[in-house]
């Protein structure tokens, strides 16, 4: 199955900086998807991300706060944009590895913003 | 939109005992997976089945979609320790593939030894 390597795994920033996390994967999957999981809570998607296109927000969530990019079929990265403590949070990206291995996460990015 | 909801959401159990966590769909399943998340971490994944009445196990875990697709249970025989953490349910919201996946409200497994 595919093995996606996520970092940084952990990081405490200050309130209105940025931070980008970057999600390789170690073969070509079509969509990638990050997630974000609140304190004591479920997976939320934030957006859907195709190679060569813009990536696909769910409701709540704007590019402007979480800008993502995928330059190609085995890399993206999701920025968290003037953060605020409020998303303090831990950040997940996937992909779908087809019928036999599901979908596979990465490590998760744990960020606290003071 | 689909919703999935997970009983218990906590559960302590004496090491070695048997437990099974459920998950119920307010629709028709395309696929359900088991995942396992340790604290503050990614998730593991555990199980994924996609027909009615289906049923996987690996080492102590067995899980279950029933016929209908509308509910999976997860059920861990002589827990161990290793066991604790908190289990997801996920489920896409269509057969094509690709497609985002819809996650239960997760159940907190605790083991005392």
């Known amino acids: 199955s595919a093995v996606i390597s996520q970092k940084p795994s952990r990081d405490i920033c200050q309130r209105g900086t940025s931070l980008t996390i970057q999600c390789q994967v170690d073969s070509q999957v079509t969509m990638m998807f990050w997630y974000r999981q609140q304190p004591g809570q479920s997976l939320t998607l934030i957006a859907t991300a195709n190679q060569g296109s813009e990536a696909t927000y769910e409701s709540g969530f704007v590019i402007d706060k979480f800008p993502i990019s995928r330059p190609n079929l085995t890399f993206s990265t999701l920025t968290v944009s003037n953060m605020s403590p409020e998303d303090s949070s831990i950040y997940l990206c996937?992909?779908?590895?087809?019928?036999?291995?599901?979908?596979?996460f990465g490590s998760g990015t744990r960020l606290t913003v003071v | 939109s689909q919703e999935l909801e997970q009983s218990p959401q906590s559960l302590i159990v004496q090491e070695g005992k048997n437990l099974t966590i459920n998950c119920t769909s307010s629709k028709t399943l395309y696929g359900l997976y088991w995942y396992k998340q340790k604290y503050g971490e990614g998730l593991i994944f555990l199980m994924m089945?996609?027909?009615?009445?289906e049923e996987k196990s690996h080492e102590k875990i067995t899980a279950k979609l029933d016929e209908k697709k509308q509910q999976s249970s997860l059920h861990i025989t002589a827990s161990q320790p290793s066991h604790a953490g908190i289990y997801l349910c996920g489920a896409p919201i269509s057969n094509f593939g690709n497609e985002k996946l819809t996650f239960g409200t997760g159940t907190r497994l605790t083991i005392i030894p």
């Open positions: 996937s992909c779908d590895r087809g019928n036999n291995y599901g979908y596979t």
């Open positions: 089945l996609q027909k009615g009445g």
